[in-house]
């Protein structure tokens, strides 16, 4: 009986330990929530993509990187986890690399979980297609995204094959944007190619509401809107909750409610 209380007791603190060394190391952790007195918790898994999305070669220790091999396998297991019932997205990144940025947005996008995402600060050039990449996407007020031409670092040969190969990375970037999204991919390049906005760059910048016009996010809300909604997503998947103004909304290529919705290092810093 004493062998038992002291586990229980040693519990929370090793919990708490456990969360707190997640969030230093990969800017994630479980957050539960009961949906009432008689209900399991459900497990929501909170993924922070933040500074650079490193691709294959480690950046500077000074930078603050989201790293792809963390986050891929922490979505696998998610997956497979009858725990987790959903997917938090929160997004304040200047971009990365291609490669990377692509496999976390298609593995987000490829989950049978419900996911939210919420862009904050911004989410920028290859965080474009991880925002758009969730069931439904937020954006703060203030919150900003940059969309803009590939680019790439390094020694770059001029001839005609290396820019056909830049536009088969971007045709693979705004084919996924689009597919994802309201906008078309048409209006993508054009946004891609503007000259009069970044006085040192190509592309355009989308703050807030105008990201929602231009149709890359869902609605302008914030943190309680995004937790809000993923728990009744949650809560409809399973059949609990059928009733009120959004009972039967269905998420791109889910149904939740019984209807379907219509709807060289490479980089994009």
């Known amino acids: 009986m004493g062998q038992m209380q002291k586990e229980n007791d040693i519990k929370p603190e090793e919990a708490g330990m456990e969360t707190e060394e997640s969030i230093k190391e990969t800017g994630s ?3 539960g929530k009961k949906a009432a007195d008689d209900e ?41 986890s009858e725990a987790v019932q959903g997917v938090l997205v929160l997004l304040n990144t200047m971009g990365g690399d291609v490669e990377a940025g692509l496999s976390i947005a298609e593995m987000l ?30 954006i703060v007020p203030t919150g900003t995204m940059v969309i803009h031409p ?24 705004t084919g996924f944007i689009s597919a994802h999204s309201k906008v078309k991919k048409e209006e993508l390049e054009d946004m891609m190619l503007q000259t009069g906005i970044l006085t040192k760059d190509m592309g355009t910048i989308l703050v807030g509401e105008e990201a929602v016009r231009r149709g890359l996010i869902d ?3 914030g943190i309680r809107q995004a937790i809000e ?41």
């Open 29 to 31: 952790l479980i957050m």
């Open 40 to 80: 399991e918790e459900e497990e929501i898994f909170l993924l922070s993509i933040i500074g650079e999305i490193e691709g294959h070669e480690n950046l500077a220790s000074t930078s603050k990187t989201t790293k792809y091999e963390h986050v891929l396998p922490k979505l696998a297991a998610i997956e497979d």
């Open 109 to 138: 996008a490829s989950l049978s979980k419900p996911t939210v995402s919420l862009v904050l600060g911004g989410s920028h050039s290859i965080g474009v297609p991880i925002a758009v990449s969730t069931d439904y996407s937020y």
């Open 150 to 173: 590939v680019r790439t670092s390094g020694m770059v040969l001029g001839v005609a094959q290396t820019f056909e190969y830049f536009k088969q990375i971007q045709d693979r970037i």
């Open 219 to 221: 609605e302008v809300g």
């Open 229 to 269: 909604r993923l728990h009744r997503m949650i809560r409809m998947r399973e059949g609990k909750d059928i009733s009120g103004k959004n009972a039967g909304f269905s998420e791109r290529g889910k149904n939740f409610g019984g209807c379907e919705k219509e709807g060289d290092k490479l980089e994009t810093r």
